[in-house]
């Protein structure tokens, strides 16, 4: 039996498959349109738009402006609140953080804690950890409060540890020295030796106590320019000594001077007073370096160094 199919070519041009194809075109575009117009649009993107960022949480640090002369001459913005003067002292037993919330670690004449106390002014301190022995007089310790020391407020006592608590300071004098506007003047010196050496008077005639490690990593220096001795903590622990013991401050005052003056001399002789160019600075520098060896303090007061302000 015949096939009734038949094949045929359909040639371009034809109008009744061109009109077929233009509907089934129109038909696939409208229904590409409608699936489109269901999808969620993208947010719009701007050039250079900020995005909100999530703040930080706040650290409760009340802010005090210092002195507006230093203000702009400070890496710090603002000076922490301290422990008042009329803090009383106090030896307690335990460990400080139970009353304490630590902030950070830093160099104040060795390394201590910066933190702040758990109270509605928050006040800044400084925490220093010691380990004590059995003979230590841990009875002797008491508060210290001159402008010359850097004040210790109190004490926590936890098995064979000690943390003595002190006010905040800024920097060290070693620090100052290291920086790259180069050494002291004669008159900066000065400003040093005669800061310190009313500190050592305290000491020894109010605390009955040798400081035993005066140096530049031990004299701290505020932003007000302010000089005072660190860790007097552990001069307390050593308990009281005899007169004849204080030239060992005075001398290490001196060697302190020639730390200033001269690095390269007291790295290379640690132990002598003696200049290498001496001729370079301030004659009543010079002399009041010599007698450190061996005169009294009352002589060293009483030796006229250069006219002093404070250090800038």
């Given at each position: 039996?015949?096939?009734?199919?038949?094949?045929?070519?359909?040639?371009?041009?034809?109008?009744?498959?061109?009109?077929?194809?233009?509907?089934?075109?129109?038909?696939?575009?409208?229904?590409?349109?409608?699936?489109?117009?269901?999808?969620?649009?993208?947010?719009?993107?701007?050039?250079?738009?900020?995005?909100?960022?999530?703040?930080?949480?706040?650290?409760?640090?009340?802010?005090?402006?210092?002195?507006?002369?230093?203000?702009?001459?400070?890496?710090?913005?603002?000076?922490?609140?301290?422990?008042?003067?009329?803090?009383?002292?106090?030896?307690?037993?335990?460990?400080?953080?139970?009353?304490?919330?630590?902030?950070?670690?830093?160099?104040?004449?060795?390394?201590?804690?910066?933190?702040?106390?758990?109270?509605?002014?928050?006040?800044?301190i400084a925490i220093r950890e010691t380990k004590i022995a059995k003979s230590s007089c841990v009875e002797s310790l008491a508060g210290c409060l001159h402008e010359n020391i850097v004040s210790l407020f109190g004490a926590y006592i936890d098995n064979e540890t000690i943390f003595f608590v002190y006010e905040c300071m800024d920097v060290t004098l070693a620090e100052i020295q290291s920086t790259p506007y180069g050494g002291l003047?004669?008159?900066?010196?000065?400003?040093?030796?005669?800061?310190?050496?009313?500190?050592?008077?305290?000491?020894?005639?109010?605390?009955?106590?040798?400081?035993?490690?005066?140096?530049?990593?031990?004299?701290?220096?505020?932003?007000?320019?302010?000089?005072?001795?660190?860790?007097?903590?552990?001069?307390?622990?050593?308990?009281?000594?005899?007169?004849?013991?204080?030239?060992?401050?005075?001398?290490?005052?001196?060697?302190?001077?020639?730390?200033?003056?001269?690095?390269?001399?007291?790295?290379?002789?640690?132990?002598?007073?003696?200049?290498?160019?001496?001729?370079?600075?301030?004659?009543?520098?010079?002399?009041?370096?010599?007698?450190?060896?061996?005169?009294?303090?009352?002589?060293?007061?009483?030796?006229?160094?250069?006219?002093?302000?404070?250090?800038?």
């Amino acid at each position: 039996m015949a096939s009734s199919d038949k094949r045929s070519t359909i040639f371009p041009g034809n109008s009744s498959i061109d009109t077929s194809r233009k509907r089934q075109a129109e038909t696939g575009l409208e229904t590409l349109r409608l699936s489109a117009s269901k999808i969620p649009k993208a947010p719009r993107f701007v050039h250079n738009q900020q995005r909100p960022r999530p703040r930080p949480p706040s650290i409760p640090l009340p802010v005090n402006l210092g002195s507006s002369q230093y203000s702009s001459r400070s890496r710090f913005t603002s000076k922490p609140k301290q422990v008042p003067v009329s803090y009383g002292f106090a030896c307690v037993k335990g460990d400080p953080w139970q009353e304490c919330y630590a902030i950070l670690k830093e160099d104040q004449g060795g390394q201590v804690t910066i933190a702040h106390k758990q109270e509605v002014e928050h006040p800044m301190i400084a925490i220093r950890e010691t380990k004590i022995a059995k003979s230590s007089c841990v009875e002797s310790l008491a508060g210290c409060l001159h402008e010359n020391i850097v004040s210790l407020f109190g004490a926590y006592i936890d098995n064979e540890t000690i943390f003595f608590v002190y006010e905040c300071m800024d920097v060290t004098l070693a620090e100052i020295q290291s920086t790259p506007y180069g050494g002291l003047a004669s008159y900066q010196i000065a400003v040093v030796c005669k800061e310190v050496l009313k500190g050592i008077q305290h000491i020894h005639t109010e605390l009955k106590i040798l400081h035993g490690s005066i140096n530049t990593n031990s004299i701290m220096v505020d932003r007000d320019g302010n000089v005072k001795l660190a860790n007097i903590g552990p001069s307390m622990l050593r308990g009281a000594v005899s007169s004849h013991h204080e030239q060992e401050d005075l001398r290490a005052l001196g060697l302190l001077m020639v730390q200033l003056m001269e690095l390269d001399t007291s790295l290379q002789a640690p132990d002598s007073l003696e200049l290498k160019n001496p001729d370079i600075w301030d004659e009543q520098i010079v002399k009041f370096l010599k007698k450190t060896a061996s005169c009294s303090r009352e002589t060293l007061q009483e030796v006229r160094l250069p006219p002093t302000g404070r250090l800038p």
